[in-house]
T-cell receptor, first 114, second 113 residues
Framework: LAKTTQPISMDSYEGQEVNITCSHN???????ITWYQQFPSQGPRFIIQ???TKVTNEVASLFIPADRKSSTLSLPRVSLSDTAVYYCLVGPPHGSGNTGKLIFGQGTTLQVKP | EPEVTQTPSHQVTQMGQEVILRCVPI?????FYWYRQILGQKVEFLVSFYNNEISEKSEIFDDQFSVERPDGSNFTLKIRSTKLEDSAMYFC???????????FGPGTRLTVT
């Protein structure tokens, strides 16, 4: 499994765009990049997944350069409710092995301030 | 929107006691998972369950742990003899297929004293 590196924490202010970068230098050809969000005292929640270039949904955008050795989760105009831990996972789409288990790293704690 | 539910939200137990954590996955889902998160640490995979049997388990999931789907709706995690280090948040998750996003429940906070 590809090892991921992301900042431990980030601060932002309401209304700003937040970009969280994840490094995954040894990403395999078949690996996807998936981001989960975890609010305090809640379970993780799927945000977005991509393989290359750019993916956008109603919550976020995911930018993946051509070499795929890193990726950036972009949250437009964050609000206080976006304060959470954001996890970058790299591996088969939606899980590893024969059973789809998710392997989480330490994640990035995003604190949005008023 | 369908969601995974878990009960209880908080369970306090004494060391050595048995606990059962309960989950109701989303109704048409086929894959079920338990994860745990010790306070301040990362989310860790415990076990996956499909077609009424364990598909995969982690090193954490030793003989003290067991899972069961006693009926068509519940999915339980039993810890036979709890230890202090079992204190954690336990999350249940489900997905309709293996290669599909997982939906997590709100968790059960287990405190072993």
């Amino acid at each position: 499994l590809a090892k991921t590196t992301q900042p431990i924490s980030m601060d932002s202010y309401e209304g700003q765009e937040v970009n969280i970068t994840c490094s995954h230098n040894n990403i395999a050809t078949n690996d996807y990049i998936t981001w989960y969000q975890q609010f305090p005292s809640q379970g993780p929640r799927f945000i977005i997944q991509g393989y290359k270039t750019k993916v956008t949904n109603e919550v976020a955008s995911l930018f993946i350069p051509a070499d795929r050795k890193s990726s950036t989760l972009s949250l437009p105009r964050v609000s206080l409710s976006d304060t959470a831990v954001y996890y970058c996972l790299v591996g088969p789409p939606h899980g590893s092995g024969n059973t789809g288990k998710l392997i989480f790293g330490q994640g990035t704690t995003l604190q949005v301030k008023p | 929107e369908p969601e995974v539910t878990q009960t209880p939200s908080h369970q306090v137990t004494q060391m050595g006691q048995e606990v059962i954590l309960r989950c109701v996955p989303i109704s048409n889902h086929l894959y079920f998972y338990w994860y745990r998160q010790i306070l301040g640490q990362k989310v860790e995979f415990l076990v996956s369950f499909y077609n009424n049997e364990i598909s995969e388990k982690s090193e954490i999931f030793d003989d003290q742990f067991s899972v069961e789907r006693p009926d068509g709706s519940n999915f339980t995690l039993k810890i036979r003899s709890t230890k202090l280090e079992d204190s954690a948040m336990y999350f249940c998750a489900s997905s309709p297929e293996r290669d599909y996003e997982q939906y997590f429940g709100p968790g059960t906070r287990l405190t072993v004293t």
